[in-house]
């Protein structure tokens, strides 16, 4: 009983810190096309910019601010227009689950509603009510009529972003909030919206950042994205055949394509890399739910064992779980360690989420050089 608490109170002490996970960004002062660009990201590093979220953009900004100059007006990223339409969250998940009423999504309409549990595609120009996320206070309903650019900012400026709805338990848990708040029955907001854009690396990255009236694709030539100087940072869509200076990334994830045991995955990983994968915020899920789908085996090792003495289960740099994405009926009950220990692996398909294995099942494996 005693040690039980004595665990408790230690992870409460140590999931107070949390973790800062970015993409390492590279700024070339050097004009050249977006083709170009990319071609020269592919060769020196990992790839034209992607950009998960507002800290990272915030950071990119800096970089190319102090490296910039006021040089160029324009420095390309790696978004790029693309033809064929995709559903995405506004806070970067997957759209695994779409809810649509019948006989929905009906036209061309760009942005979602959620109206008695269900999904409607409306004009994002259109004014509704939203709902916002926050990691500390969880669901926030605003009872303010905005479009649905203007309802993303609300929701980033003051909590996290406009609300994602992952899984059939999480659709059912946000209608019962809206109906308990929303006596007038009208639609709300959600964060889904469709675009043609596409991260040059292939990312789900859902995050924008567009100025007023961008994109506006201005003579119908306009299919690669800017960072403008001008106006902090805010993105226009332009001509690829620009010449202006870009941003590369490199990426830290690795997939090996090697079907080995959790230890001998270990070994590889410190080997040849930094260690296996710790997961320990939602940035760092959704950069192995981007790589990942590049394995072979329907499941891939993390750095994630249990350690039965204690029975909890702990990262492979010693670090607590504090951020869980266990699949239902893993992680939450002890572990039979008698016949063999057990490890943790994300699932390569479906919605990537935790499970337990026995270290001896034979995987690919994500190495880190963070």
Known sequence: MAQTLYSSLLLIALCSISECVQHQYYYINVNKTWTEAQRYCREKYTD??????????????????????????????GLQRMSVYKWHWSSGDPALLLNWASGQPAGSDD????????????????????ICYNTNTGLVFVDQLMNWRAAQSYCRQNHIDLV?????????????????RNSSGSAVWIGLFRDTWQWSDQSNSSFRYWNTAEPNNAGGIQNCIGMNQNAQGRWHDISCTGSFPFVCHEDKLIVIQQNLSWSEALRYCRQNHVDLVSVQSVEMQRRV???????????????????????????????????????PGNGSTPENCKLENRKGAVQSGGDQTWISLPESHRLNFICTNY
């Open 48 to 77: 034209l910019a992607t950009i998960d979220n507002m800290n990272e953009l915030n950071n990119m900004n800096k970089l190319v601010k102090s490296e910039n100059n006021g040089a160029t007006e324009y420095v390309w990223t």
């Open 111 to 130: 942005c979602a509603v959620m109206r008695n549990g269900q999904w409607f595609d409306e004009p994002c120009s259109k004014t509704w009510i939203f």
């Open 164 to 180: 994602s709805v992952r899984n059939q338990n999480e659709s059912q848990q946000l209608e019962k909030f809206i109906n308990d």
């Open 289 to 327: 739910m981007n790589v990942v789908k590049l394995a072979s085996t329907e499941a891939v090792w993390l750095g994630l064992h249990n350690y039965c003495s204690m029975n909890m289960w702990l990262w492979v740099n010693g670090d607590m779980v504090c951020y869980q994405n266990w699949a």
